[in-house]
Antibody, heavy 115, light 112 residues
Framework: EVQLVESGGGLVQPGASLKLSCVAS????????MSWVRQTPGKTMEWIGD????????NYAPSLKNRFTISRDNAKSTLYLQMSNVRSEDTATYYC????????WGQGTLVTVSS | DVVLTQTPVSLLISLGGQASISCRSS???????????LHWYLQKPGQSPQLLIY???NRFSGIPDRFSGSGSGTDFTLKISRVEPEDLGVYYC?????????FGGGTKLELK
């Protein structure tokens, strides 16, 4: 069974940095592109970016690429999202998903940006 | 960026009834390779989104045939026949033809 488990969310101050993780199981992680998607409190869905199966290529939403960095550790079957200089509008639930048709999603981790 | 407009925003349906959700794109979703990367998801209350339909009309594994997708170019429709209680939630369309990938605003399906 495919499982994706995100962690690392919480309350963070504006301007701070935060790193989210997503541990994958039930499939060969190193064979798949992976993605991050977020959902705002108002339920708007926004794609953040993708990373190639070997980590050699990333693709970001233009509005986020200067502050967000996606990486992966295939030995640990783990996907990461490094967020920097966070803003109040980054408050959202962050999901990792297997790229392509987004067939599998984690349960999400909530990030709240507030002073 | 491609804008996906979903209508209606909310839908009141009786159990056993039929629901139809539209997803209209600001530009054609036909990729240069001839495929159309328009997918549909359901987010049940308190849960993560789940894939229902991929590439316009293909049901994902385990999705009942009460769910069907159709359309082409810029106009797409998700139909749910014989609505059951577990069908309630918010439906989203997603396009992965044009970078950046974008979602529709969602359609909330509720019981009448």
């Amino acid at each position: 069974e495919v499982q994706l488990v995100e962690s690392g969310g919480g309350l963070v101050q504006p301007g701070a940095s935060l790193k989210l993780s997503c541990v994958a199981s039930g499939f060969t992680f190193s064979d798949y592109w992976m993605s991050w998607v977020r959902q705002t409190p108002g339920k708007t869905m926004e794609w953040i970016g993708d990373i190639k199966y070997d980590g050699s290529y990333t693709n970001y939403a233009p509005s986020l690429k200067n502050r967000f960095t996606i990486s992966r550790d295939n030995a640990k079957s783990t996907l990461y999202l490094q967020m920097s200089n966070v803003r109040s509008e980054d408050t959202a639930t962050y999901y990792c998903t297997r790229a392509g048709v987004f067939a599998y999603w984690g349960q999400g981790t909530l990030v709240t940006v507030s002073s | 960026d491609v804008v996906l407009t979903q209508t209606p925003v909310s839908l009141l349906i009786s159990l056993g009834g039929q629901a139809s959700i539209s997803c209209r794109s600001s530009q054609s979703l036909v990729h240069s390779n001839g495929n159309t990367y328009l997918h549909w998801y359901l987010q049940k209350p308190g849960q993560s989104p789940q894939l229902l339909i991929y590439q316009v009309s293909n049901r994902f594994s385990g999705i009942p045939d009460r769910f069907s997708g159709s359309g082409s170019g810029t106009d797409f429709t998700l139909k749910i026949s014989r609505v059951e209680p577990e069908d309630l939630g918010v439906y989203y369309c997603l396009q992965r033809t044009h970078n950046p990938w974008t979602f529709g605003g969602g359609t909330k399906l509720e019981l009448k």
